[in-house]
């Protein structure tokens, strides 16, 4: 690379740091968050673009993203500001060709999660995070600052003290860190269409002359760059998969029309002009995604943007909504995207360098699953490395980055090729029409969409951080499986019979816990288990530390007939009241009958671990303290004597 070879000849200035962010999206964001949990770590967090932030670009955030929102503390305001999709509505022709409602179903399944699916500008949220960030680290974005080449020294990739990758940066004119408007007065994502732009177009606009450069020598890289992924390109990986013929335009606007859901989530079917999707936002704003059947190409296929223009996408998007009437009186954002479904060979190069979120799967964004997986990916990562980095976990533990998200990515490209397909195609005419799309069919797939597209449904395969259970350990406890999310239902706290969420006891602080049953404690045989447990616990504490391992115990004894003193010092320090809950009815918010949904029996009991990203790693019985204790010695780091 000639501009490398250029900057190496020139003395730049160079530093040493833990973590190199690379691009300031949803994934970045979350990275940088989960990394300011972990004190001390010298984080770095760049992206090339300017700081201004663009209206557009993803919105939807479904119930499990909410869930981890809530665990850094900031889920409220996204509930508060954003609009909540509740029902989905279908849209037909009808015996006659004529468009009309057949069918809705709720846009999230009743009982998944407390949360449901919401809608809210991507800007918005991003602005959550800086928030979060400036109190938390501070750690700030560094904008209009591009990688310009990484180089990673093998040899060094399993030294705990190395710093075996090598990035120089370039710091860009804000010129140049300015995406392409295209000439449209309408702010427009058009610079950023996966399928629409190839990797030497985005490149070609951020090139400059005469910058400033700097050598940035890293522990780890976190590549969130995007569908263009600079860091994935000097990995040398590709993506995996195929892109269709079928091109989309997307308006955000503030719409008058006659038709009556347009404040509802809507999958619209017409009889031969294609499909439109209406996703209503905040602040009177909706989001059309509409069929483009017209569009223009240049001679290598590639749709030509610059004659996309936000009339085309209404005048297609009015065709396919007759007879109802649809103009807007604003527009603030349009663009355009060819649909593509893609997976990358590989996540991470030597457990040093990581790729996450549009660097290495990209799908159509109707499913509203984007922006969600993305943060997913570094939900999953970003723990794992801050506490490797502060030596609480074994670095082998790294490896399960790729094995457990690169599933998630083909499940989900696997989900949104159906889905895509299903979505674009023609409606069938009748039982006979084989070539068309099933209504039925496609109401069945929305139904059965929601579970995955809720991002609850995540099951982690066993490994290092997972281990199976047998079929009587899972049996103790059937609604937490091993390698699923740990569900929220409320409990009341011990000392002052205050309900909690469960989740809520358990905050992305980077700790594990130890999650005990203790049952019916009442009973001799349960009393004598929780006795004998509390010493096994007191040490696995002791061995690893308060900062790294949390005791959390719920039982299920009636609470008027229980002290705290009635349970060990492993469990409850002295002087503590906030480790200790039940199972019971609360004055005013109901009984959630957390043993029920947990499946948990209350003359049993359970040992629950839960991951720092809140996956149950281990499901066994209360005398069964040796998994634990197994478990923890395989992947965690105990404390120096």
Same mark, same amino acid.
């Given at each position: 690379m000639p501009a490398a070879e250029t900057a190496a000849k020139t003395e730049m200035p160079s530093s040493n740091i833990d973590v190199l962010i690379v691009g300031a999206g949803p994934a970045g964001y979350m990275a940088a968050t989960w990394l300011t949990k972990f004190k001390g770590l010298k984080v770095r967090f760049i992206e090339k673009r300017s700081g201004k932030v663009f209206a557009g670009q993803a919105d939807g955030l479904q119930c499990r993203t909410l869930e981890v929102l809530q665990s850094f503390g900031f889920a409220d305001r996204v509930w508060k500001d954003a609009n909540h999709m509740l029902e989905i509505c279908f849209w037909n022709p009808d015996a006659n060709g004529v468009l009309a409602r057949t069918g809705r179903i709720p846009d999230t399944t009743p009982g998944l999660s407390r949360f449901q699916q919401v809608v809210l500008h991507q800007g918005w949220i991003e602005g959550y995070f800086r928030d979060h960030l400036a109190k938390h680290g501070p750690l700030d974005v560094e904008h209009s600052i591009m990688p310009e080449s990484l180089d990673i020294d093998e040899s060094k990739a399993e030294d705990p003290e190395a710093y075996p990758v090598r990035v120089v940066l370039r710091h860009l004119p804000e010129e140049e860190a300015t995406p392409e408007q295209f000439g449209h007065k309408v702010q427009n994502g058009l610079f950023r269409s996966t399928n629409l732009v190839t990797a030497e177009m985005e490149d070609a606009a951020l090139k400059a002359a005469d910058v400033k450069r700097e050598v940035v020598n890293a522990k780890y890289v976190l590549g969130c760059d995007g569908a263009h992924s600079w860091v994935r390109r000097q990995l040398g990986y590709t993506m995996e998969g195929e892109h269709t013929d079928y091109v989309w335009g997307v308006l955000d606007i503030v719409p008058l029309t006659n038709f009556p859901d347009i404040r509802m989530r809507c999958a619209i079917h017409s009889e031969s002009h294609g499909s439109v999707m209406v996703i209503p936002r905040e602040n009177k704003l909706v989001r059309l995604y509409i069929q483009l059947s017209d569009v223009e190409r240049n001679a290598d296929g590639l749709v030509n943007r610059s004659k996309i223009t936000p009339e085309q996408i209404l005048h297609a998007a009015q065709k396919i909504m007759a007879p109802y009437t649809l103009t807007y009186e604003q527009i603030d954002w349009f663009t355009a995207y060819q649909i593509g479904q893609r997976v990358a060979n590989k996540f991470s190069a030597h457990d040093r360098v990581f790729l996450a979120g549009d660097a290495c799967h990209t799908h159509s964004p109707k499913a509203g699953q984007g922006m969600n997986v993305s943060m997913m990916d570094q939900y999953n990562l970003a723990w794992k490395v801050g506490s490797v980095l502060t030596g609480k976990l074994q670095r082998h533990a790294l490896s399960t980055y790729q094995s457990e998200r690169q599933q998630i990515a083909r499940d989900l490209i696997a989900f949104d090729k159906k889905f895509a397909a299903l979505f674009s195609g023609k409606p069938a005419k009748d039982a006979a029409d084989a070539a068309g799309i099933s209504l039925d069919e496609f109401k069945e797939v929305f139904r059965k969409g929601n579970l995955f597209a809720s991002g609850v449904a995540v099951s982690y395969s066993p490994s290092s951080l997972i281990v199976a259970p047998t079929p009587a350990q899972q049996a103790l406890a059937t609604g937490l499986p091993?390698?699923?999310?740990?569900?929220?239902?409320?409990?009341?706290?011990?000392? %002052?019979?205050?309900?909690?969420?469960?989740? %809520?006891?358990?905050?992305? %602080?980077?700790?594990?816990?130890?999650?005990?049953?203790?049952? %019916?404690?009442?009973?001799?045989? *349960?009393?004598a288990s929780i006795a004998a447990l509390g010493p096994r616990v007191e040490k696995l504490v002791a061995t690893y530390g308060e900062k790294t391992l949390h005791v959390l115990t719920c039982h299920a004894a009636p609470r008027e007939e229980v002290e705290l003193s009635d349970f060990p010092r492993g469990l409850r320090r002295e002087h503590e009241y906030w480790s200790v809950y039940v199972d019971a009815p609360s004055y005013h918010e109901g009984d959630a009958k957390?043993?029920?949904?947990?499946?948990?029996?209350?003359?049993?009991?359970? #040992?629950?671990?839960?991951?720092?990203?809140?996956?149950?790693?281990?499901?066994?019985? #209360?005398?069964?303290?040796?998994?634990?204790?197994?478990? *923890?010695?395989?992947? #965690?780091?105990? *404390?120096?004597?």
């Open positions: 091993v390698g699923m999310r740990f569900n929220s239902f409320k409990v009341l706290n011990q000392s %002052d019979a205050r309900p909690w969420e469960f989740q %809520d006891l358990m905050p992305s %602080d980077g700790r594990w816990r130890l999650v005990v049953f203790a049952g %019916d404690i009442r009973t001799p045989t *349960l009393k957390a043993y029920e949904n947990y499946g948990v029996g209350k003359e049993t009991g359970a #040992l629950v671990v839960v991951r720092p990203d809140g996956y149950v790693s281990v499901v066994c019985g #209360l005398g069964e303290v040796e998994v634990v204790e197994r478990f *923890l010695e395989g992947c #965690l780091v105990a *404390l120096k004597a």
